[in-house]
Each structure stands twice: as C-alpha cells, then as structure tokens.
C-alpha cells in the first residue's frame, strides 16, 4: 500500500500564492504517475496537474500559466505550486497516486487539504 499525507493548503486573498506538500510512504516503488485533483461539495473531482515519475507534467486548462507540479523522488514528495490564485480555485485538494502491481493499476489518495481563496 501507498500512504499519502497533503499539507500547506490555508486561506489566501486572491492573487496569492500557496504550495501543497504531498509525503508519500509505503510501497513507494511501485508509484508510477502522481498528482493533484480538487473538488468542491457538490461536484465531482477534477483534475488539476499529474507528473510522471519521469518527470512529464500534465496540466488541467484552469492551472495551465499558474500552477507548477514537482516531485522529488529522493524525499518521497510532491508539489503544487499555485500563483495567481482565484476565488474559483477554492476546494479540497487531494494528491494521488497511481500505481503499478502485477497486472492491475492501483489508485491511491491522502485525505486532502482545503484551500480557500478569498479577501
């Protein structure tokens, strides 16, 4: 299994900024692509940014020119780096794992973390 702890979300006035750590732990080996998704109560889960662990990002069009996904594989770690950031970015955000077993994919998600964007 794949444990996932979200940490640095928080309150921020529009045009802030904000970074979200995700510690990874567990069968770490086996974690092939990482990211970060958000939902709102009432809505489903979205995507905002994936990394492989070779390092190639994917961005939702909402975080394209704002937000930078990273990860450092030697501390086990993953970052969303948010600039600009906008009323509409409040939500809960959750990182994720996905990982590699024999013949199946795995998901893994940590408990979130709430951002909230308001002056």
């Known amino acids: 299994q794949v444990q996932l702890v979200e940490s640095g979300g928080g309150l921020v006035q529009p045009g802030g900024s904000l970074r979200l750590s995700c510690a990874a732990s567990?069968?770490?080996?086996?974690?092939?692509?990482t990211g970060w998704y958000r939902q709102v109560p009432g809505s489903q889960r979205e995507l905002v940014a994936t990394?492989?662990?070779?390092?190639?990002?994917n961005y939702a069009d909402s975080a394209k020119g704002r937000f930078t996904i990273s990860r450092d594989n030697a501390r086990n770690m993953v970052y969303l780096q948010m600039n600009s950031l906008k009323p509409e970015d409040t939500a809960v955000y959750y990182c994720?794992?996905?990982?590699?077993?024999?013949?199946?994919?795995?998901?893994?998600w940590g408990l979130g973390t709430q951002v909230t964007v308001s002056s």
């Open positions: 994720n794992a996905d990982t590699l077993w024999p013949g199946k994919v795995v998901s893994y």
């Open positions: 567990g069968s770490i080996f086996r974690i092939n692509a």
């Open positions: 990394i492989t662990s070779g390092g190639r990002a």
